[in-house]
């Protein structure tokens, strides 16, 4: 049975070979030796082909150009082949694009930050405002060394400092180095004081309560000593 089986498969694969071998044949012999037509190019045909549509010349673009550029100068210098080359180059855009992404967070930042900050003087200058005397109105009747005497007796520093700044006004207003007015900021009464023997400490004097009152840093009894000093100093030169 398995002997039958076996010449079915061999005469099967005999026929499909004699089979492919004659249509082969038969197709080779359909095949004729000599064109029926034989067609031949004019002399002329490159004329017909001479418009700019026909024109098919390889444009770079500048981008492309400066990439090559760029590249055979990094093979020149680094003695490199093209695919080295290319690599360096690779390594080069990573660091270039990661650059300008830090950048342009750090840019984002500081503008964040500085929003925040102008968002947190105005807050605290608003509060500033709202004490319970109305110093703003009445500078010249306030008896700020008492009210100073009273804030280091309850060991409360920044407000010293701040009746200090206002002690320091009322005496500028007093000499007409200044025009007191509770509209205005400390950067308008250093553009009053500017020019004046008193500009230099003025100006000290201003960097301290900006940062100790609306910055809200708190300052222990040394340096209090310390910054109340710089107050104290120019104050002596009022004489009335």
């Known amino acids: 049975m ?19 071998n004659f249509l082969c044949a038969q197709d080779l012999a359909e095949v004729p030796e000599r064109p029926d037509e034989i067609r031949e190019l004019s002399p002329s045909f490159k004329e017909a082909y001479t418009d700019s549509a026909y024109d098919y010349v390889e444009t770079t673009s500048w981008l492309a150009r400066a990439q090559r550029w760029l590249l ?12 080295g080359a290319s690599k360096i180059l690779r390594v080069l855009e990573i660091i270039f694009y ?16 500085n929003k925040e900050a102008r968002w947190i003087f105005k807050k605290n200058r608003e509060k500033a405002n ?3 005397f109305e110093i703003n109105e009445n500078i010249q009747e306030v008896d700020f060394d008492t009210l100073i005497n009273e804030a ?9 400092i701040r009746y200090y700044y206002l002690l320091l006004l009322k005496k500028l207003d007093q000499f007409n180095i200044i025009d007191f007015d509770a509209q205005k900021t400390t950067f308008d009464y250093q553009l009053e004081v500017e ?20 910055g809200e840093f708190f300052i222990d009894e040394e340096e209090y ?16």
């Not at 039958?4 to 089979?19: D, G």
């Not at 280091?152 to 010293?160: E, S």
């Not at 000593?225 to 009335?240: A, D, I, M």
């Open 2 to 20: 398995k002997i039958r089986k076996y010449l079915s498969y061999v005469l099967l694969s005999a026929w499909l070979c004699l089979s492919h």
């Open 72 to 83: 055979e100068q990094i093979a020149s210098l680094l003695k490199v082949n093209p695919t």
């Open 98 to 113: 990661s650059l300008i992404i830090i950048g342009v967070i750090y840019l984002i930042i500081r503008i964040i930050l």
């Open 130 to 132: 709202t004490l319970s």
């Open 152 to 160: 280091v007796a309850q060991k409360d520093f920044r407000t010293a």
């Open 195 to 214: 020019g004046s023997a008193y500009a230099s400490g003025f100006n000290k004097a201003t960097h301290y309560y900006t940062y100790i009152w609306y």
């Open 225 to 240: 000593g310390t910054t109340s000093g710089v107050y104290q100093q120019l104050l002596k030169q009022f004489t009335k």
